[in-house]
T-cell receptor
Framework: DVKVTQSSRYLVKRTGEKVFLECVQD?????MFWYRQDPGLGLRLIYF???????EKGDIPEGYSVSREKKERFSLILESASTNQTSMYLC?????????????FGSGTRLTVV | AQRVTQPEKLLSVFKGAPVELKCNYS??????LFWYVQYSRQRLQLLLR??SRESIKGFTADLNKGETSFHLKKPFAQEEDSAMYYC???????????FGTGTSLTVIP
């Protein structure tokens, strides 16, 4: 029944490493999103994509990039991990044409940068 | 700019007591409002949306455009309602949500 899968539940990386967070959805959704979730700050949008090979910056894109080569997969890349990127990362997807039916979220990846 | 405000980071109520989680928004167009919930160790999931006028798990929320609010209410809290709740806003043509900072609800037995 799992529809949005994030490849890792927990990750520990060193400062300066390049980090890949993977997200796959099997619902044929057009839209995919990456958020980070921090206590007291809620969910903040990093990047999103409305179609294959398309990407748009969210509210906090600095230090991140994304890749969407296939419709079902949306990858978040930390080019050079830093300790302030320690967070819970959430992937979500939705149908195109509006969010009337809401997002479907993955279970999250808790990233610790040491 | 669109903005969603949840003034309470933490809220504790006793089992059986009424609960209200506040959400206020600012948006110049026609907003669509949602509530999401995240139970411990589970993924974030949609609780309800104002366009459906539905009641899920005993929760209701009414969109008050005059007060720009979308408070979540339940007449009798249950222990299983303990969770993190996020209010979210989108435009009626939008493809993304704007989330509040969340309210952590604890229902005391």
């Amino acid at each position: 029944d799992v529809k949005v899968t994030q490849s890792s539940r927990y990750l520990v990386k060193r400062t300066g490493e390049k980090v890949f967070l993977e997200c796959v959805q099997d619902m044929d959704h057009e839209n995919m999103f990456w958020y980070r979730q921090d206590p007291g700050l809620g969910l903040r949008l990093i990047y999103f994509s409305y179609d294959v090979k398309m990407k748009e910056k969210g509210d906090i894109p600095e230090g991140y990039s994304v890749s969407r080569e296939k419709k079902e997969r949306f990858s978040l890349i930390l080019e050079s991990a830093s300790t302030n990127q320690t967070s819970m990362y959430l992937c979500a997807s939705s149908l195109g044409g509006g969010v009337r039916y809401g997002y479907t979220f993955g279970s999250g990846t808790r990233l610790t940068v040491v | 700019a669109q903005r969603v405000t949840q003034p309470e980071k933490l809220l504790s109520v006793f089992k059986g007591a009424p609960v209200e989680l506040k959400c206020n928004y600012s948006y110049s167009g026609s907003p669509e409002l949602f509530w999401y919930v995240q139970y411990s160790r589970q993924r974030l999931q949609l609780l309800l949306r104002h366009i459906s006028r539905e009641s899920i798990k005993g929760f209701t929320a009414d969109l008050n455009k005059g007060e720009t609010s979308f408070h979540l209410k339940k007449p009798f809290a249950q222990e299983e309602d303990s969770a993190m709740y996020y209010c979210a806003l989108s435009s009626n043509t939008g493809n993304q949500f704007y989330f509040g900072t969340g309210t952590s609800l604890t229902v005391i037995p």
